[in-house]
C-alpha cells in the first residue's frame, strides 16, 4: 500500500489515509505496544498524502496528521504541522472518538 500509494486512485487513498490514522492510534492507545515499524509506515503514508497532487486527499492528510500530533505526537517530518503545544491539549482516548468511532448514516 504504501509503495503503491502515488499511484492510487483517490478514494483508495483517502481510505489508506485514514487505515493509517487508525494504526498509529491504536499503537500509540496501547501502552504495551512497540510497532515501530507499524508507527514509521504509517507515519510514511500520512506524509505521502501531505505531499499529495489531489486536494482532497492533501488536505484529509493535514487533517488528520495534525490531530494525531496534537494527540500522540508524530516523529518523523512534523516540520509543516502545528507546532504541538507544551501541554497536551488533547488526549489521545478523545482523538480516537473523533477518528475510531462510528459516524451517523446520511439520511
Known sequence: ???AFSRLDAQIKLQALHLASKVFLMNKSDPGSSC????SLSEFILAMGRA????????RARYESNLLHL???????????????????MSVEKARKMLLDRKPTAT
Open 36 to 39: 515501530a515499524e507499524e508507527n
Open 71 to 89: 494527540s500522540a505526537g508524530l516523529n518523523g517530518d512534523a516540520s509543516l504541522l502545528q507546532q504541538r503545544p507544551s501541554s497536551n491539549c
Open 1 to 3: 500500500l504504501a509503495k
Open 52 to 59: 499529495d497532487v489531489m486536494q482532497d486527499v492533501r488536505d
